[in-house]
């Protein structure tokens, strides 16, 4: 019942298998599977073995969770190419996407302990996104395609940008229990924001192009100058 339980919690989030058979053969199942065993072997301080495991597991499904990580319940990477760290710490329900680093940090006493996230209960990655340090990302908080989080994320929360910053998500999209991929663009993202951004970025292109211009009239000779007058 535990494994149908798991691949029932798969299907309620992703609209794209017809069966749960064609969930057993989805990557992120079998990393999760190899992780347990792995996990377990880290335990028991049969640290070879673990790795070994886990380089396997790596080999087979382009997903990489060190053998130190711990993961709960319903845990679900949508996809491969996801690499977290050995001391994550992640909940029951949480969704990640492709491309996503659970990553640590150097800590700044120079003595290893926590450097990588912990996941809350419900948490939800977004694709390319980058999770780094040992911070906590909050329950059912959401992070937007390719944000780079490094600091604590409150519950409930949607980030995006780089780096991450809260956004205002409309109560009905909150109040869903789950949002596939992370977050609902139409309503996260501001046109008048985005379009903001890009003019702010066509203005210092502007100005380095202005910069460069006045040098190079600076750098000519002053006969050529007035020819050119």
Known sequence: MGLLSYLDSVKARDPAPRSRMEILIYPGVWALGLHRVAHRLFRWRLYFLARLINHFSRFLTAIDIHPGAKIGKNFFIDHGFTVI???ADIGDDVTIYQCVT??????ANGIAGKRHPTLCDGAIIGSGSQVLGPITVGERARIGANAVVTRDVPAGAVMIGIPARATLVDARE???SFTPYGTPCSETYDPATQKLEILQCEVENLRKR???LAAERDGEPEGQSRTSA
């Open 85 to 87: 760290g050995e001391t």
């Open 102 to 107: 659970l990553g640590g940090t150097d800590p």
């Open 174 to 176: 909150y109040q869903k």
């Open 210 to 212: 202005l910069a460069e």
